[in-house]
């Protein structure tokens, strides 16, 4: 079965114009959902669109409107929405080329992967690739996508690209009012070496496919469960400790990471 694209529309660097293809780089197939149930009878609820004047509204009747001042619209159709379209409503734009590892990675938003749209394509779209390899960069780029212009990021992956949808310096809160009242007091020598010494005892490479979502996995054995009439085992929850002393809290930790690494290399 052929690949469905999200998006078809064009790179665009200079004069160079590139013929590409979106796809989802991220999937929500695996999540549970539920539906919303009339508790007693368990049907299936149905949403309604309410006019408070009018009643039920069909959904060929509803308009687009934005509240300028309280309970006055000014109301758009999609005619004036085309009025809106900019030179990225069907292309990505590529502005400048930064140290991919510079990007804060709070900025970061959906994941996209970027195919050549063709054979046509694939030439350029092959050499732009291996360039942006070469000088290690990422292209920060904008488009219009969801109803408003993006900025984005396009970095090379394998054989194509994955692009980034960044959000807008505006759209991120700053962290200054969070982290207010913390005390920037010198730290304990000894309690930091030993803070270090715990983390470099469990430093590793980070691997995704090791780590699954454990709380989806427990939920479905939860709902095998009542399918099936039978109890359900519960994990009873691991109880937290208070930190009496750090010292001691750090010490105890490590001779754990250890005691553990030594029952894992045991045959």
Not at 50 to 66: L, N, S
Not at 102 to 115: E, G, L, Q, T
Request: hydrophobic fraction near 40%; include cysteine.
């Amino acid at each position: 079965m052929a690949l469905r694209a999200n998006w078809t529309g064009h790179l665009k660097l200079s004069l160079i114009s590139i013929p590409i293809r979106l796809y989802n780089a991220i999937s929500g197939a695996n999540k549970i959902s539920f539906n919303q149930l009339h508790k007693g009878c368990n049907q299936r609820l149905r949403q309604q669109l309410v006019c408070p004047q009018h009643g039920k509204v069909e959904r060929e009747d509803i308009a687009k409107g934005y509240e300028y001042e309280k309970d006055r619209y000014v109301v758009l159709d999609e005619a004036d929405l085309d009025k809106v379209e900019l030179e990225t409503t069907k292309t990505i734009e590529l502005l400048q080329f930064v140290d991919g590892a510079k990007i804060d990675p709070i900025y970061f938003d959906n994941s996209f992967y970027v195919a050549p749209d063709g054979p046509v394509a694939e030439e350029a779209f092959r050499i732009f690739r291996e360039a942006l390899k070469k000088l290690n960069k990422v292209a920060i780029g904008r488009v219009v996508m969801h109803g408003r212009e993006n900025i984005v990021a396009l970095r090379p992956q394998d054989k194509g690209f994955v692009l980034y949808m960044l959000h807008y310096a505006s759209d991120v809160r700053g962290a200054e009012p969070y982290f207010a009242e913390i005390k920037e007091t010198p730290v304990s020598k000894e309690q930091l070496a030993l803070a270090i010494q715990l983390i470099e005892s469990t430093a590793g490479e980070f691997n995704p496919a090791e780590f699954t979502d454990r709380y989806q996995d427990s939920l479905m054995e939860v709902i095998k469960a009542k399918i099936a009439g039978s109890a359900p085992v519960v994990v009873q929850q691991q109880q937290v400790g208070k930190v009496i002393n750090l010292m001691d809290a750090l010490q105890a930790s490590i001779a754990q990471v250890k005691s553990q690494k030594s029952t894992a290399k045991k045959p």
